[in-house]
């Protein structure tokens, strides 16, 4: 089946840590996203990437880092500069089909 | 500035009656809207999307209807049934850079029985 799949679904950091967020995908796409959804917010956009190599800084990019080195992944390290790490965490990837996003199922991140 | 707005964060609406649902945006040069479903910890999921050059887009139960002169699009679900209850989201590229999609605050519709 084609999709996104992000692990872990639950993650928990501790003070100063870095912690990685996995994602791939297998629908061939080149963009994929990062975005940041708080209890009652919407979705705000941390890191995504057109192509291969490159990326760019969406709207809260501190204490977050990316890297693209194949189409299939794009991980998400949030850093122990990131002083409220605690949200859900959705990776996302668009084709062709205009502006159309595809979502994984997500990775709650809590600090212990 | 450049920003896609849903200024009811809940609705509750009868199963079989009809929900809509709002968005406003800032900035008349978007071109293009999207409606997201969202279920408690999953990923959203596309639902209907609307061009500028239309006012309106029909899909099954689902309706968007845009207003460019008031820069308000709404998202009608006829008739409601309890599978729809979900968060909502409304969506729209950034004028001047496609690439980045920007959501609005979503809003959480309830069907009671």
């Known amino acids: 089946d084609g999709g996104i799949t992000q692990s872990p679904k639950y993650l928990f950091r501790k003070e100063g840590q870095n912690v990685t967020l996995s994602c791939e995908q297998n629908?061939?796409?080149?963009?994929m996203y990062w975005y940041r959804q708080d209890p009652g917010q919407g979705l705000r956009l941390i890191y995504y990437s057109q192509i291969v190599n490159d990326f760019q800084k969406g709207d809260i990019a501190e204490g977050y880092s990316v890297s693209r080195e194949k189409k299939e992944s794009f991980p998400l390290t949030v850093t122990s500069a990131q002083k409220n790490p605690t949200a859900f965490y959705l990776c996302?990837?668009?084709?062709?089909?205009?502006?159309?996003?595809?979502f994984g199922s997500g990775t709650q991140l809590s600090v212990l | 500035d450049q920003q896609v707005k849903q200024n009811s964060p809940s609705l509750s609406v009868q199963e079989g009656r009809i929900s809509i649902l709002n968005c406003d945006y800032t900035n008349s040069m978007f071109d293009y809207f999207l409606w997201y479903k969202k279920y408690p910890a999953e990923g959203p999921t596309f639902l209907i999307s609307?061009?500028?050059?239309?006012d309106k887009n029909e899909d099954g139960r689902f309706t968007v209807f845009l207003n460019k002169s008031a820069k308000h699009l709404s998202l009608h679900i006829v008739p409601s049934q309890p599978g729809d209850s979900a968060v909502y989201f409304c969506?729209?590229?950034?004028?001047?850079?496609?690439?980045?999609?920007?959501f609005g605050s979503g809003t959480r519709l309830s069907i009671r029985p």
């Open positions: 629908l061939n796409h080149d963009a």
């Open positions: 609307i061009s500028s050059i239309k």
């Open positions: 969506a729209a590229p950034k004028y001047s850079s496609a690439s980045k999609i920007i």
């Open positions: 996302a990837s668009k084709g062709s089909d205009r502006e159309k996003l595809f």
